[in-house]
């Protein structure tokens, strides 16, 4: 059975940092493309990162570059989101998802979610 | 911001059939496949339609999907109580070089 378990989220001030963390079972991680998904309260879904499968190419959404970095760990089966200078706005559900790899990326597992709250 | 338009919201009685678009632009609907998820309140989205039309195993033949030009069709018939949900299509945005959803939509089952 596929499963995705997170940890890692919580309460944080502006300005502090965050790690996610994303178990994968059930499949071989490397042969897929992972993502991580927010989602604001309220809000609609908005892609935040993704990797590909050795880790080597990584991409972020205007909103989080620089400030976050996606990593992944083979040996442990586990994808990283690692958050610094969080500001208020970066509040939200963090979901990590596997690309099912159908012609263009799509995502048929999720992980349960991460709530991250940035406040003073 | 979502980049992809959907409508707010659409409703139907028990039985009848909605449908719910998803308007992009050339860098992405139109030059990539669309995918559809739904979402429960409180719990994480599933997948519903990738590659335009394909159902992942366990999806009933209710739900269907199908893209033209810059523009993806979800459409849900024999609506049940159950569907009411939040919907979202996404797909690769090659100008962006990034994944990108739509605005969402809610479906009502009055």
């Known amino acids: 059975e596929v499963q995705l378990v997170q940890s890692g989220g919580g309460l944080v001030q502006p300005g502090g940092s965050l790690r996610l963390s994303c178990e994968v079972s059930g499949f071989t991680s490397s042969l897929y493309w992972m993502y991580w998904v927010r989602q604001a309260p309220g809000k609609g879904l908005e892609w935040v990162a993704n990797i590909d499968r050795d880790g080597g190419d990584k991409r972020y959404a205007d909103s989080v570059k620089g400030r976050f970095t996606i990593s992944r760990d083979g040996a442990k089966n586990s994808l990283f989101l690692q958050m610094n200078s969080l500001r208020v706005e970066d509040t939200a559900v963090y979901y990590c998802a596997r690309d099912g790899s159908g012609v263009s990326p799509d995502f048929d597992y999720w992980g349960q979610g991460s709530l991250v709250t940035v406040s003073s | 911001q979502s980049v992809l338009t959907q409508p707010p919201s659409v409703s139907a009685a028990p039985g009848q059939k909605v449908t719910i678009s998803c308007t992009g632009s050339?860098?992405?609907?139109?030059?990539?496949?669309v995918s559809w998820y739904y979402q429960l309140p409180g719990t994480a989205p599933k997948l519903l339609i990738y590659?335009?039309?394909v159902r992942p195993s366990g999806i009933p033949d209710r739900f269907s999907g199908s893209k033209s030009g810059t523009s993806g069709t979800l459409v849900i018939t024999g609506l049940q109580t159950g569907d009411e949900a939040d919907y979202y299509c996404?797909?690769?945005?090659?100008?962006?070089?990034?994944?990108?959803f739509g605005t969402g939509t809610k479906v009502i089952v009055l």
């Open positions: 050339s860098s992405n609907v139109g030059s990539n496949h």
């Open positions: 590659d335009n039309s």
């Open positions: 996404g797909t690769w945005d090659s100008s962006l070089n990034g994944y990108v």
